[in-house]
T-cell receptor
């Protein structure tokens, strides 16, 4: 596609459930980033992939959060045992290389009841 | 850790006047600064950037000023237009470290330009 695509755009789940959020980056972009934006805050870095490997996962808040990018393109952010505090907009961004301009998707809004 | 701060959550300006959005940072390692613009239900889009070797960068109606000694940058929009109404995020990174994952964002300023 022309831009970064994220699905679902909205996800409502119950506390304790498992959630997967998908990101399809711009074709050819090797770098992929996940950010979390809570209400009234700016995007907060979660994890960065260069190709298939997670080059930096220092932003993941705890071990309930995990992300994969098995073929170096589409990435999935996985959240286990969701908590109400996980409610936020999860943004994905990609770039040609690690210092290139970031192109963001529209985000996936997660609401944990 | 709030390494990038935007202390004004909102700003309202009349069409045709100047909009000035401010941003402060604390990390002296930051050497590359950006402004992103975000409309509702869309992801942030890159607007303008400045390297620490400069103190000003201009692109049409948008100018970013950097004051390294004060660890302060500002975005000027002249003249402001109603279509500029959006949330503006300031971001900073240590680019000499060659990665974007050090990029930190401010909380954003919601600009409203009234016709």
């Amino acid at each position: 596609g022309a831009g970064v695509s994220q699905t679902p755009s909205n996800k409502v789940t119950e506390k304790g459930k498992y959630v997967e959020l998908r990101c399809d980056p711009i074709s050819g972009h090797t770098a992929l980033y996940w950010y979390r934006q809570s209400l009234g805050q700016g995007p907060e870095f979660l994890i960065y992939f260069q190709g298939t490997g997670a080059a930096d996962d220092s932003g993941l808040p705890n071990d309930r959060f995990f992300a994969v990018r098995p073929e170096g393109s589409v990435s999935t952010l996985k959240i286990q045992r969701t908590e109400r505090g996980d409610s936020a907009v999860y943004l994905c961004a990609s770039s040609w290389y690690s210092t290139g301009e970031l192109f963001f998707g529209e985000g996936s809004r997660l609401t944990v009841l | 850790d709030q390494q990038v701060k935007q202390n004004s959550p909102s700003l309202s300006v009349q069409e045709g006047r100047i909009s000035i959005l401010n941003c402060d940072y604390t990390n002296s390692m930051f050497d590359y600064f950006l402004w992103y613009k975000k409309y509702p239900a869309e992801g942030p889009t890159f607007l303008i950037s400045i390297s620490s070797i400069k103190d000003k960068n201009e692109d049409g109606r948008f100018t970013v000023f950097l004051n390294k000694s004060a660890k302060h940058l500002s975005l000027h929009i002249v003249p402001s237009q109603p279509g500029d109404s959006a949330v503006y995020f300031c971001a900073a990174s240590a680019r000499e470290r060659n990665n974007n994952n050090d990029m930190r964002f401010g909380a954003g300023t919601r600009l409203t330009v009234k016709p």
